[in-house]
């Protein structure tokens, strides 16, 4: 149990062209759901949270127009990149939680997106 | 200030040659603790939480235990398929569930 899935798991995308990258949990309701960020070689930073049916946090330094994040029901979020460049690629993955879990989040096998 | 610092950052062992993994917390009330092995390209994967001092959890060759400053991810007689990258993570007992992460201790297990 406990199954988060991402998609896609690898997106090429020109300059200025938005991108959405969805986040769902298989097996379970997802009260709370994260992204995070990833650096080659460097630990996760946490973008923002969100609740379903509520507007995400999103953490300081993280644009809110350039990452909108929807969580419209409880298995699933999506995280949509406006007008990508080419520092905006990187590696993107979300978990996903619940108060019956224990609040322990379950990640997804992440996003790997690269701007041309 | 919240903060995680694991130990070490990298660590080389022998097949079979048994060590500990170190992440070392201070936070202000915690409700858990967290630890994940990430494979490169891949999300993490959920191993063990661990609520109060005192508690120990067992996974196959792993094993972590939470104290009041730290926490230890023992690995007994490691596998070349253990090599991953650890990553410890500590959640308050206030405010916001999000995660405070270490930065991971890459661990390479040669055959």
């Known amino acids: 149990g406990a199954v988060v899935s991402q998609h896609p798991s690898w997106v090429i995308c020109k300059s200025g062209t938005s991108v959405k990258i969805e986040c769902r949990s298989l097996d379970f309701q997802a009260t709370t759901m994260f992204w995070y960020r990833q650096f080659p070689k460097q630990s996760l930073m946490l973008m923002a949270t969100s609740n379903e049916g509520s507007k995400a946090t999103y953490e300081q330094g993280v644009e809110k127009d350039k990452f909108l994040i929807n969580h419209a029901s409880l298995t699933l979020s999506t995280l949509t990149v406006t007008s990508a460049h080419p520092e905006d690629s990187s590696f993107y993955i979300c978990?996903?939680?619940?108060?019956?879990?224990?609040?322990?989040?379950?990640f997804g096998p992440g996003t790997r997106l690269t701007v041309l | 200030e919240d903060q995680v610092t694991q130990s070490p950052e990298a660590l080389r062992l022998q097949e079979g040659e048994s060590s500990s993994l170190n992440c070392s917390y201070t936070?202000?009330?915690?409700?858990?603790l967290f630890w994940y092995r990430q494979d490169p390209g891949k999300g993490p994967e959920f191993l063990f939480t661990?609520?109060?001092a005192g508690e120990e959890k067992e996974k196959e060759r792993l094993k972590a235990t939470l104290t009041k400053k730290e926490s230890f991810l023992h690995i007994t007689a490691p596998k070349p398929e253990d090599s991953a990258t650890y990553l410890c993570a500590v959640q308050r007992s206030s405010g916001t569930y999000k995660y405070i992460f270490g930065t991971g201790t890459r661990l390479k297990v040669l055959a």
């Open positions: 978990s996903a939680s619940s108060s019956g879990r224990g609040d322990t989040q379950y």
């Open positions: 936070v202000s009330g915690l409700r858990g």
């Open positions: 661990l609520y109060s």
